[in-house]
């Protein structure tokens, strides 16, 4: 089983940064797949960003490129997002999923196998 933990969430102002790190306790890590998932009330879960095993690739939603950005270190078990120019409507509950298949392009939320329990970002207008 993968055990993931997100962090960093929080209350920013239109316009500002947020960095959310996930944690894995897995030691295979390194063979999945790592995305990032958003849900704000009232709304599905949705696709905000994915990156690939070795970090060779990365794919965003369109409403997040050129803000946002996902990284990972394999040595850490860790991924992360790193949000800019954040809007209101960036507002929701961030997850942090891993796909075992090593798909990074499968932007469904039942594409991946593990997730986390969510950190809150809001964001103020």
């Known amino acids: 089983q993968v055990h993931l933990v997100e962090s960093g969430g929080g209350l920013v102002q239109a316009g500002g940064s947020l960095r959310l790190s996930c944690a894995a306790s897995?030691?295979?890590?390194?063979?999945?797949?790592m995305g990032w998932f958003r849900q704000a009330p009232g709304k599905e879960r949705e696709f905000v960003a994915s990156?690939?095993?070795?970090?060779?690739?990365?794919y965003y939603a369109d409403s997040v490129k050129g803000r946002f950005t996902v990284s990972r270190d394999n040595a850490k078990n860790s991924v992360y997002l790193q949000m800019n120019s954040l809007k209101h409507e960036d507002t929701a509950v961030y997850y942090c999923?891993?796909?075992?298949?090593?798909?990074?392009?499968?932007?469904?939320?039942?594409?991946?196998?593990?997730w986390g329990q969510g950190t809150q970002v809001t964001v103020s207008s």
């Open positions: 897995n030691g295979f890590f390194s063979r999945y797949a």
């Open positions: 990156i690939t095993r070795f970090a060779g690739s990365t």
């Open positions: 999923a891993a796909a075992l298949d090593g798909n990074a392009r499968d932007n469904r939320p039942g594409a991946y196998d593990y």
